[in-house]
C-alpha cells in the first residue's frame, strides 16, 4: 500500500496548552500539522473534543433534511418519515457511540434536526420516534455488548473490561469496574459512560449472553423504553 504525501495531516493528540510543533516529512514532502482530521468519516480533533465532530453532523443533517423538504414537499407522511428515517437519521446516528456527546447544547442541536423532521412529516412536535439520545444510549449498550462477549472487532476494548473487586446484594454477576476520572474527556468517554449503564441494567436481561446481538438490542430496546 502506498500513502500519499498530499493527502496526510499530522495531528498531536493532547490538551496541554504549550504544543511543541510536529516535523514530520514523508518521501521529502513536509506533512503539514492540523488541528483535527478527518477518519472514516469521523473528526478527531486534537484536544480530544467531540464538538467539531457534532457540528460537522448537524451541518450535514441539516442539509439532507432540507433537500428532503423540497422533494417531498407534497409527499404524504408515510413517504416523509420513511425519508428522514433512510437518509437523514443514519447521518446523525453514524458512529455515535464513539462521540455521544453528554452537554446539553450538543445534545439539543441534534434532537432539533429531528423535531424539524417530525413537523414535516406529521405538522406536530411529537411522533413515535425515539429520541435520538435515546437511540444513541441503546447503540453504546448493545456496542459494550459485543465487547464483553469477545467480538474481534471489539476486542481491543474487551480485553480492557475488568471485574469488580466487589459485588453488592442488588449488583448483577456481569458488572464491569468503574474507574475514577479527573477529567471529562474520559469520564464522559464511551467505555465509562456505558457501563454505568451497563451496571445498571437488569440481572434478567445479562442473565445469558449467548444470544445474538440482535436479540440483545431487542431486550435492551424494551428495558429502555420502560425507563423512559
Known sequence: MKINPSKSKAVSFTRSRVKEPLNYSLRDQVIPEVSSCKYLGILLS???????????MVKKAWKALHF???????????TKSLAYTSLVRPILEYGAACWDPYREGQINEL???QKKACKFAYHRSYSNWETLAQRRKIACICALFK???????????GDRLQRPYYLSRVDHI????????RTDIRKYSFVNR????WNQLPADVL??????????????????????
Open 194 to 197: 456505558t457501563i454505568q449503564l
Open 207 to 228: 442473565g445469558t449472553l449467548s444470544c445474538k446481538p440482535s436479540a440483545f438490542r431487542k431486550k435492551i430496546i424494551k428495558v429502555i423504553n420502560e425507563v423512559q
Open 147 to 157: 465487547a464483553y462477549t469477545g467480538e474481534w472487532a471489539w476486542k481491543a476494548i
Open 111 to 113: 434532537e432539533q434536526v
Open 68 to 78: 428532503t423538504m423540497r422533494v417531498l414537499k407534497k409527499g404524504n407522511s408515510n
Open 174 to 181: 456481569r458488572k464491569i469496574r468503574c474507574r475514577k476520572q
Open 46 to 56: 486534537s484536544d480530544l473534543s467531540w464538538a467539531d465532530q457534532v457540528y460537522y
